[in-house]
């Protein structure tokens, strides 16, 4: 240390803070921690990158208080994720969906998990005037070893998985790359998995509701009981976060207790969710999410991003159904204090903004999206084989809803899937307000007439009626061909960081180039 010591403090600085920066999740997961330990000089750089986002599954959540004991601390924590561990499984399971103890079992571990660390997140409290102002951002997530051993070789459903935030992603996916080298997954043959070639083949409904359960956090468990079933509120949490990254999924009236009871204070909600492969399920689902957006959205929440996922090898008629109406009619109503929104597949913006279809007279009674910045829908009407008169139609009613959005600066309707890509946004940059559609299907399409016109005559465009808006139509570059998934759709948004979050954004890309492989 004594060559280390004559270099001028601040240069010794501007290494340390090259060191803590340059650090790689998967170059060694933990290693950073121990820098810390070093000196005391060392030791504020390297614990405010320590505790900057915390991983823990269940068996560690009894250490948090002690780890997490200072204020100082607490203070430097920002993003934290409960990835919940359920038990394993093997092939003579594997092919057969959970039985009933399987599911209580795993319900429990969630149950108690969950309990546990909100107790002591509940006593987090005296932020206000910190550095910490803006709270902690809580993932949830669960997921069972095996998940990832069976049918399914996914890379992000193992416990190794390197990308965990912004500085771990890599453009080339080189860590893809090389552990489907090590697994050998362009030759894998494993005709029990319904691996052939290299190629997985079509995969039993059952093996798919084997990792796709439905998790409910019971509120019968003692822990709870001596509590009279109420969840601890916990103030410090203002951002909820739920990834596409584990296809199991949080029961739709758990999730809607811990926004009511709990999430007090929450300012923004991130809901990534795979469509269920059992229909029954999945109506209850949808059923319960309604009342979820109906009724239990905290008075604090400003943003919501709510995406519904699925794939050709989980859900290979998904792309065809139609969505539950009353879904996209029961946000519509209860997002009038958002100020983002974006709602991808479990609603469409046909039903949004149903009561104010231009068939219908306008409602002198709207009640206006006061503070709504930024809307992305997606919608099925954006489709190749929908009449442009429908189109339109939906269009003009984005339109009227406009009117009621005084301070939009922008709204997307985008759509995608196999052979086809289309997307529809309204902009107002610096007062220059614009329309733009795109999409790879059709020839000479144009913008009609009457969709301009409203759009044209939004109340915020008065001062120059007709004159200022720019109405542009593009042709995607995708040909059918290149198109796979709704991925390609996403790439064109402009609330692209609005539709998935980051990380999932990545993983998605990976998928749709390579859409055969784990």
């Known amino acids: ?70 204020k100082q601390r607490r203070e430097y924590l920002g993003h934290l994720f409960l990835r919940v561990r359920l038990d394993d499984y093997d092939c003579t399971v594997c092919k057969s969906k959970e039985d009933y103890g399987t599911i209580r079992n795993n319900n429990d571990i969630v149950s108690k998990a969950v309990w546990n660390l909100l107790v002591i997140l509940s006593k987090w409290t005296g932020f206000a005037g910190s550095r910490r102002q803006q709270g902690l951002t809580l993932e949830l997530g669960a997921w069972s070893p095996s998940d990832s051993k069976h049918a399914f070789r996914d890379f992000h459903l193992e416990h190794n998985y390197p990308y965990q935030e912004k500085k771990d992603l890599e453009t080339n996916w080189e860590a893809y790359k090389l552990r489907a080298d090590k697994l050998g997954l362009d030759s894998l043959n494993d005709p029990y998995h319904w691996w052939v070639n290299g190629h997985r083949d079509d995969v039993s409904l059952e093996s798919k509701q084997r990792i796709m359960g439905t998790l409910t956090i019971n509120p019968n468990i003692p822990e709870f009981t001596a509590f009279f079933q109420a969840f601890p509120k916990v103030e410090i949490v203002t951002g909820l976060l739920i990834r596409r990254q584990f296809y199991r999924k949080i029961a739709a009236n758990s999730l809607g207790k811990l926004l009511r009871e709990t999430f007090t204070c929450l300012r923004w909600f991130r809901h990534e969710a795979w469509h269920d492969v059992n229909p029954q399920q999945q109506s209850r689902f949808e059923k319960d999410y309604k009342s979820l957006i109906s009724w239990n959205l905290p008075s604090t929440l400003r943003e919501l991003y709510i995406f519904e996922d699925f794939n050709k090898v989980l859900h290979p008629e998904r792309s065809t159904k139609r969505v539950n109406r009353s879904l996209g009619r029961a946000l519509s109503g209860a997002s009038r204090f958002l100020e983002n929104l974006s709602a991808a597949f479990l609603v469409d913006a046909e039903d949004f903004f149903a009561n104010l279809w231009p068939t219908k007279e306008q409602n002198s009674n709207v009640i206006p999206w006061e503070n709504l910045r930024k809307l ?21 009613a984005a339109g009227r809803a406009a009117a009621f959005m005084p301070k939009l600066e922008v709204m997307e309707i985008w759509n995608g899937g196999e052979g086809h890509a289309c997307l529809f946004r309204y902009s107002n940059d610096a007062g220059e307000p614009k329309i733009t559609w795109a999409c790879n299907w059709g020839s000479n399409v144009q913008l009609a007439h009457n969709v301009v016109h409203c759009w044209a005559n939004l109340p915020r465009h008065g001062q120059h009626p007709h004159g200022n808006l720019t109405a542009v139509v593009n042709r995607l570059r995708r040909g059918r061909k290149q198109v796979k998934t709704y991925a390609t759709a996403i790439r064109y948004l402009k609330l692209r960081s609005s539709v998935l979050d980051l990380i999932s954004d990545y993983q998605l890309f990976w998928e749709e180039y390579n859409h055969s492989k784990g």
């Open 1 to 70: 240390m004594g060559r280390w010591r004559r270099l001028p403090a601040e240069i010794r600085s501007m290494i340390l803070e090259m060191v803590a920066e340059d650090y790689r999740f998967k170059s060694e997961q933990y290693a950073l921690a121990g820098y810390a330990s070093v000196c005391r000089e060392w030791q504020p750089v390297f614990e405010q990158r320590n505790f900057q986002r915390l991983v823990l599954d269940q068996e560690r959540i009894s250490d948090l208080e002690q780890v997490m004991g200072t």
């Open 376 to 396: 992305a829908l997606t919608s099925r009407l954006l489709h190749p084989e929908i009449g442009r008169g429908k189109i339109n139609k939906l269009l003009m």
